[in-house]
C-alpha cells in the first residue's frame, strides 16, 4: 500500500511536515508513506497552462497522486484558509481527475484551523475526493500538543491521529489485490 503525504507548508521546520513524517512511522510493515515535496516548484494554476503538455512539474505531481492508493494532507491555516501553494496544488489536478474517488485523509494543525479545514474539506468534495469516515482531524492550538520533532504529546491527539491512519487504511485495503 502506498500512501501520498502532502504538507500545506514550506517551511524547513514545519509543524505540518513533521507530523507527517510522525504519522509515517506509525504505518504497519507493507505500507509506504511518500512525502510530495514539490509543492513549492509547482508554476501557479492558470486554465491556459493547463494544456495536453503540462509543464514538468505538473505531470510529476499528478503521476504521484496516480499511483498512490491514498493522500494524506496535513495543512496549517493562514488568515482563515489553506496555504496558497497548497490550493494551488489543488487546482492542479481539478481537471486532470487523479483525486476523484481517491482515498483522502485531512488532518489540519494550526492554531485555530477551523476555516482552513472546512475549506479543505470543501475542495475536496467538489473534486470527488473520497473523504474517508474517521480520516480527518483538526489539532487546534498544535504546538501544545506537539514537540518540535512533530512527535505527538498529548495522548488524545495521538489516540486521534492513529484512529486517522486506521480508516484510512482500512479504506484502501479492500482495493488492494
Known amino acids: 500500500m502506498h500512501i501520498l503525504a502532502i504538507s500545506g507548508s514550506l517551511r524547513p521546520a514545519s509543524t505540518n511536515t513533521s507530523l507527517l513524517r510522525t504519522v509515517a512511522r506509525l504505518v504497519p ?3 509506504v508513506v511518500d512525502l510530495y515535496d514539490g509543492l513549492d516548484d509547482l508554476p501557479h ?7 495536453d503538455n503540462p509543464p514538468a ?5 499528478r503521476r504521484c497522486l496516480r499511483e498512490a492508493d491514498a493522500v494524506l494532507i496535513c495543512t496549517p491555516e493562514y488568515a482563515h484558509g489553506v496555504p496558497g501553494v497548497l490550493k ?9 481527475g487523479e483525486f476523484v474517488n ?6 489540519t494543525a494550526a ?37 518540535s ?3 505527538i504529546t498529548d495522548p488524545p491527539t495521538s489516540r486521534a491521529v ?6 484510512l487504511l482500512d479504506a484502501i485495503q479492500p482495493h488492494q489485490s
Not at 494554476?45 to 494544456?51: A, C, I, K, L
Not at 512539474?57 to 505531481?61: F, I, P, R
Not at 492554531?111 to 469516515?133: I, K, P, Q, W, Y
Not at 492513529?162 to 480508516?167: H, R
Open 149 to 151: 520533532d512533530g512527535h
Open 29 to 31: 510493515a507493507g505500507v
Open 111 to 147: 492554531t485555530e484551523g477551523n476555516f482552513a479545514h472546512a475549506s479543505l474539506l470543501e475542495t475536496l468534495r467538489v473534486m470527488s475526493a473520497r473523504r474517508v469516515d474517521g480520516a480527518s482531524v483538526l489539532i487546534p492550538f498544535v504546538r501544545t500538543k506537539v514537540d
Open 57 to 61: 512539474t505538473v505531470t510529476a505531481l
Open 162 to 167: 492513529q484512529s486517522l491512519l486506521d480508516a
Open 88 to 96: 494551488n496544488m489543488l487546482d492542479w489536478v481539478v481537471s486532470s
Open 45 to 51: 494554476f492558470s486554465p491556459e497552462r493547463d494544456t
Open 102 to 107: 481517491k482515498p483522502t485523509g485531512v488532518i
